[in-house]
Nanobody, 120 residues
Framework: QVQLVESGGGLVQAGGSLRLSCGASGSIFSINAMGWYRQAPGKQRELVAGITNGGSTNYADSVKGRFTISRDNAKNTVYLQMNSLKPEDTAVYYC??????????????WGQGTQVTVSS
């Protein structure tokens, strides 16, 4: 079993910054892709940013140039630096990871979510 634990959410004024962290622990042989998703009230969950184990990244158009995803493979941790935050960034942010266990099976895991609220 694998657990993902997020931290770093909170309340910030528009234009401010937050940094989210998500650490993975448990039966981990390796981690392939990691990513951040968000879900605002009444909306579907959407991909914010993703990163492969080789460091290739992709971003939603709405956050390009403002958010940066990174990871520390030694710590099994993924980060999301969020700058120039806007009220429309308000959502619950979830991290995800595709984990290979010691039997070489791959599973997708999700964190519990962390609230980000941007006030205008």
């Amino acid at each position: 079993q694998v657990q993902l634990v997020e931290s770093g959410g909170g309340l910030v004024q528009a234009g401010g910054s937050l940094r989210l962290s998500c650490g993975a622990s448990g039966s981990i042989f390796s981690i392939n892709a990691m990513g951040w998703y968000r879900q605002a009230p009444g909306k579907q969950r959407e991909l914010v940013a993703g990163i492969t184990n080789g460091g290739s990244t992709n971003y939603a158009d709405s956050v390009k140039g403002r958010f940066t995803i990174s990871r520390d493979n030694a710590k099994n941790t993924v980060y999301l630096q969020m700058n120039s935050l806007k009220p429309e960034d308000t959502a619950v942010y979830y991290c995800s990871a595709t984990v290979r266990d010691y039997d070489y099976n791959e599973y997708d895991y999700w964190g519990q979510g962390t609230q980000v609220t941007v006030s205008s």
